[in-house]
């Protein structure tokens, strides 16, 4: 017999394992609009769950990845541990092969990144046809990706930290 059930990281129950935890979001800002409803979802699901939140902000989805792989090598160096990332951005189809690399290199990344330091990655970066589904995607009220990828980047500290207990 296989169960579901839908958890989300604003409910208190889920909140335990997160002490002291902080997340960094990486948000591509192409679309202004949109990356402003993704870091607005990202944002409240971390901020119901108590972390310290640090928001880090790049041209593009493509930057993402790297920008993140810069922030945990200073945080390596400083000592300021990051515990899990965000990624967030938005890249729609256009008459070129450029989305396909955009699309393929930011998830590449992303998975790379939290492959290589065994780092808890929500991925955020919505890859879509249109302006429109970028909008049903992003916004809080209706797909909430940005608030998804929070989530899962919590779902997957959690398990990391009841994992090392």
Excluded: C
Excluded at 74 to 84: F, H, Q, R, S, W
Excluded at 97 to 112: K, N, P
């Amino acid at each position: 017999m296989v169960t579901t059930r839908k958890e989300s990281a604003g409910d208190a129950s889920l909140n335990a394992g997160l002490e002291g935890a902080r997340v960094l979001i990486v948000e591509g800002r192409y679309y202004e609009a949109l990356a402003d409803e993704l870091l607005a979802g990202a944002r409240a699901v971390l901020e119901a769950a108590g972390v310290e939140v640090e928001v880090i902000t790049v041209p593009g989805a493509l930057e993402v990845p790297i920008a993140a792989e810069i922030a945990l090598e200073a945080a390596e160096i400083t000592g300021n541990a990051v515990d899990a990332v965000v990624g967030l951005g938005v890249v729609i189809r256009g008459e070129t092969y450029h989305f396909e690399i955009v699309a393929g290199e930011s998830a590449r990344g992303l998975m790379d990144l939290g492959m290589a330091h065994a780092l808890p990655v929500g991925n955020g970066i919505l890859t879509v046809d249109t302006e429109a589904q970028a909008w049903e995607r992003a916004r809080v009220s209706e797909g909430n990706k940005g608030g998804g990828a929070a989530e899962a980047a919590l779902t997957l500290l959690r398990l990391r930290r009841r994992l090392e207990a």
